[in-house]
């Protein structure tokens, strides 16, 4: 056996060698699939490992709850009609090539919008996160501080973010919409579980993925009974957080997004 290991990961190193990715567990409930939003190499990585686990359902941060309900059997056969029905072309995220095939590759999987709009963000912003979520805020976290050290820490994230252009005094505010994020995506992660009975796979950003604070521990929280798996998908080795799996793909060239602020 050990012989055999040794062969493959020789064979794995030689030049051109395809990248070896990992596997979830079978007994995996949900497997958070995270990305870089406009890296190419990640949604070609997302996109293989859908057509491996053959979910029942697919959550999308990307996509409103609205969103999703648009799309049918018939409109999700075609790239060009999907986009047009999703608007996603004109909705701020990466180009649709990208994203499309992650549809394609799980055909009869239910597919289920976990954003939150942006009136919905504004609106938090006034009414405070456990309003805004509703029934189940204290299940999934909401009502409880953060501890220091990760609020600090999650304000360090969104300052670096912002390219150092952020007013100190609206940094809580922005960890608080990132918190109410990750809870909606947990909690649409959830009724995925309960309204198919099956596995679900999650596609979101690396940020809402990992372990330690993105939905993966809200999920933990509310459903200790679920077994989750996380996938992180890093630039050049560069990730924060933790997940049960780290993958490394070339930069994307995007200039100096912080240029114009200097």
């Avoid at 409103?64 to 909705?91: C, F, K, M």
């Avoid at 990466?94 to 709009?117: C, K, N, Q, R, S």
């Avoid at 609106?123 to 509703?134: D, K, L, R």
């Amino acid at each position: 056996m050990r012989y055999v290991l040794m062969m493959a990961l020789l064979c794995a190193g030689m030049a051109q060698a395809q990248e070896i990715l990992p596997h979830p567990p079978a007994s995996a409930d949900v497997v958070f699939l995270g990305e870089v939003h406009d890296n190419p190499r990640h949604h070609e990585v997302q996109a293989e490992l859908v057509a491996q686990i053959a979910p029942d359902a697919l959550v999308f941060e990307m996509l409103t709850p609205e969103q999703a309900a648009a799309i049918t059997p018939e409109n999700r056969q075609s790239q060009a009609e999907l986009d047009a029905v999703l608007g996603w072309s004109e909705s701020g995220w990466p180009d649709f090539t990208m994203y499309y095939p992650i549809f394609a590759a799980a055909p009869e999987a239910i597919v289920i919008g976990a954003a939150v709009p942006r009136d919905r963000a504004r609106a938090a912003m006034e009414s405070g996160i456990v309003e805004n979520f509703g029934v189940g805020a204290e299940l999934y976290g909401l009502a409880a501080p953060l501890a220091g050290d990760q609020q600090e820490a999650r304000e360090a994230l969104q300052m670096a973010a912002h390219c150092d252009a952020m007013p100190e005094d609206m940094l809580p505010v922005m960890v608080d919409l990132q918190r109410l994020r990750d809870a909606v995506l947990a909690r649409s992660a959830v009724d995925a579980v309960m309204q198919t009975g099956g596995k679900v796979a999650v596609i979101t950003g690396n940020g809402h993925a990992r372990l330690d604070w993105g939905a993966p521990s809200l999920i933990a929280l509310a459903r200790p009974d679920l077994h989750i798996w996380s996938l992180g998908q890093a630039e050049a080795d560069n990730i924060s957080g933790n997940f049960d799996a780290v993958l490394s793909a070339e930069p994307v060239d995007r200039g100096d997004p912080c240029a114009e602020f200097k």
